[in-house]
């Protein structure tokens, strides 16, 4: 068997957006997703997440659950219009209330507290007040939110993730328009990142200034998959560079290096916007760990003008901007939203982080994979999602074999859930939600996970 260290955090995750349903209760203020998933034609069979697995009421039926499969820490996120139902000015007890009672739950089973404070669900009046993302007051509304939350959580949460995926806000929001707020620019996304990254930076910056005291730890988590050289020509191995580049290290540069890469000011020009030396000494050194959400690979090759990126997400950003082809190998077995499974390419991707960024702490914060899985008998026997788990981590176990300080893993997701554009079709959970009954039964792959985490190897 192969085992990981004593201390590895394996854990599970979700979102507010995707499993708490109350879109409306007990004051919560509407978020950009209650308003995108209104309009026909966003989500898949024009579905939206009013009710999702309704973890608003079920929420201590879950942690039971989690607690069953042994798990040592669940990496949720706060609504900020449950909060703060404008985003701003007074605060809604009743949802400072549901978030401190999860809480509470969590750790009287045992669990950890990860707490993100930004899963993409913008309130609304954020939107229409100060043009979302792309406002410069965004920074300011989204340092004052967080400090309540270190305020009113903060003596039992002691991880926190700022943002979650900030590429995917920027670009599948501003860029793709396939996310909220559905916008389509070549412009906007680098403007709503910019203001996404000094977002981060002001939070990070007033948790260590006043609340030290608590000693917990901040970061964010950015997504990124690998791009493999198609070929080993010069040109398609600076082509994978450059794709990742402008994936991961638009945002991870700046904070763990204080500045864009350089290729992204070369390229873009006056499209990207410009940190003053203030600001880059604000935004460098904010984050304690390394949070990495993968879940596929590409091959990336030079742009020769022929071939189309094929995903269900356009998961290549502005393929213009970095004269890159990305492609799949048709060996490559692919999941239900077509990503395609490749192991080696996790352990790749965790070996230029560690060269890039000076061997910081990582933790996966989601891994996983959605498959069309049906009950039968009362069962799921989710085989192709075991398969997955285990590729993936065994190329995790290698890596830290190898001597890279991977901290812990989190499991995407704890159940079915809202899958955004893709609705309910899509099913990444370790339980089967059954979303007329809400009742919700462990899959094969979260009886799996569980002997995992009892054996700590696999
Ligand atoms: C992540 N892409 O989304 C999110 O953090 C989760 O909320 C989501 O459910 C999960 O991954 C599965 O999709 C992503 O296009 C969405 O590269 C799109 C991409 C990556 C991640």
Redo the contacts with the bound molecule.
Sequence with gaps: MKHFPNDFLWGTAT?SY?IEGAANLDGKGPSIWDAFASIPGKIKNNETGNLACDHYHRFEEDVQLMKNMGVKAYRFSISWSRVLPTGKGAVNEKGIQFYSKLIDSLLRAGIEPWVTLY??DLPLALQLEDDGWLGSTLPDHFANYAKICFDRFGDRVKSWITL??P??AAM?GYGQGV?APGRTSNTEPYRAAHQLILAHAKAVTIYRKEYGHQNGKIGI?N?A?WREPLTLNQKDLEAAERALEFFLAWFADPIFKGDYPQVMRERLGSRLPKFTDQEKELIKGTSDFFGL?H??TMYAAHHNGRLKES?????GGISEDQDVTLLQDSNWPVTS?NWAVVPWGCRKLLRWINDRYDQPDIYIT?N?C?YPDVLVDGKVDDTLRVAFYKGYLEACQQTIAEGIPLKGYFA??FMD?F??A?GYE?R?GLHYVDFETLERIPKKSALWYKEVISKNGI
């Design positions: 979102s995707q899963h993409w979650n995926e590429w995917v599948l996310f988590t997504n998959d959400n879940y596929t995903s269900v997400y356009g998961n939203m989601e996983g959605s995407w997701s859930n899958e955004w893709s899509k990444f």
